[in-house]
T-cell receptor, first 118, second 114 residues
Framework: AQKVTQAQTEISVVEKEDVTLDCVYETRDTTYYLFWYKQPPSGELVSLIRRNSFDEQNEISGRYSWNFQKSTSSFNFTITASQVVDSAVYFCALSEANYGGATNKLIFGTGTLLAVQP | EAGVAQSPRYKIIEKRQSVAFWCNPISGHATLYWYQQILGQGPKLLIQFQNNGVVDDSQLPKDRFSAERLKGVDSTLKIQPAKLEDSAVYLC????????????FGQGTRLTVV
């Protein structure tokens, strides 16, 4: 069965600190997708990254970076020089690859609430 | 490009009452999803449509929940009768037809059952 674990329930940092959000996943599929979503207080889930299981290169986008380690089934997310606007709930999610028209459903972790203090 | 629209944003009902939520996906998106997000948890898929056909409703409590997507565009999710444990945010998402396409989410409807 597929499962996503985000062990950190809440993290509080002071602005400009770096922060890493952990994500560990379980799947029997050899091909799958991993995601990170941001959910601000407005409620809308915003996709930050979508990563194919065959692409293990780390990725950097501005202040955001992602470390994908297949050997440990982890997909961690780091925010460098955090800002107050980064305050939100962050979800890691897993989706099995779909080549036959079946469901694309996302399996979400329980989320990590990040509070960035000024 | 307009995003996924949902209404209402908030709804408070008494247990055993019925309620309906509406979703208008992004134009051209063939796939539509309804997720339930209970406070403190990640979203859980209730039902997925491809055009107006159901692809996955394995986690939909069919004794009280129903959903339809007439004409393959807008969708309605209904709960009848509501229970206290149905209090949650109901998120609608849509994506292009095809394998492994990215889903875009609406702002959700926050339901409180008292």
């Amino acid at each position: 069965a597929q499962k996503v674990t985000q062990a950190q329930t809440e993290i509080s940092v002071v602005e400009k600190e770096d922060v890493t959000l952990d994500c560990v996943y379980e799947t029997r599929d050899t091909t799958y997708y991993l995601f990170w979503y941001k959910q601000p207080p407005s409620g809308e889930l915003v996709s930050l990254i979508r990563r194919n299981s065959f692409d293990e290169q780390n990725e950097i986008s501005g202040r955001y970076s992602w470390n994908f380690q297949k050997s440990t089934s982890s997909f961690n997310f780091t925010i460098t020089a955090s800002q107050v606007v980064d305050s939100a709930v962050y979800f890691c999610a897993l989706s099995e690859a779909n080549y036959g028209g079946a469901t694309n459903k996302l399996i979400f972790g329980t989320g990590t609430l990040l509070a960035v203090q000024p | 490009e307009a995003g996924v629209a949902q209404s209402p944003r908030y709804k408070i009902i008494e247990k055993r009452q019925s309620v309906a939520f509406w979703c208008n996906p992004i134009s051209g998106h063939a796939t539509l999803y309804w997720y339930q997000q209970i406070l403190g948890q990640g979203p859980k898929l209730l039902i997925q449509f491809q055009n107006n056909g159901v692809v996955d409703d394995s986690q939909l409590p069919k004794d009280r929940f129903s959903a339809e997507r007439l004409k393959g565009v807008d969708s309605t999710l209904k709960i009848q009768p509501a229970k206290l444990e149905d209090s949650a945010v109901y998120l609608c998402a849509s994506s292009w037809r095809g394998a492994n396409t990215e889903a875009f989410f609406g702002q959700g409807t926050r339901l409180t059952v008292v």
